[in-house]
């Protein structure tokens, strides 16, 4: 699996970009190993709630998944949206063995 991170408006922690590979490993796991994971956050108005976009774009054979999601926190949104991908990749091989 190859993994982009990419941070708009801001600089993203070790702490944070362990989180993320950790939770987009969940991916590689469902997906294969020749997933490409970009994963985009971005900070959108720094003066209001709910202002952390993240964007989460999968590449693999056959296809791209995406998911997006404006939350609290940027782990709050990862884990949303990993678990949205994890839904398309399941619903992606079944209807390819059909």
């Known amino acids: ?5 990419q941070s708009i408006h801001f600089d993203v922690s070790q702490q944070l970009a362990a989180f993320i590979q950790k939770k987009t490993a969940k991916l590689a796991r ?3 190993e020749d997933l490409e994971v970009e994963v985009i956050l971005k900070v959108v108005k720094p003066e209001t709630a709910h202002n952390k976009e993240t ?3 999968v590449s693999m ?3 791209t998944l995406h998911a997006e999601r404006v ?3 940027f782990e709050e949104g990862v ?3 990993v678990d949205i991908l994890q839904r398309q990749i399941v619903d992606r091989k079944e209807r390819s063995r059909q």
């Open 1 to 5: 699996m190859e993994l982009r991170l």
């Open 30 to 32: 469902q997906g294969g």
């Open 55 to 57: 964007q989460i774009r």
């Open 61 to 63: 054979p056959g296809g």
């Open 71 to 73: 939350c609290d926190t």
């Open 79 to 81: 884990d949303l949206c």
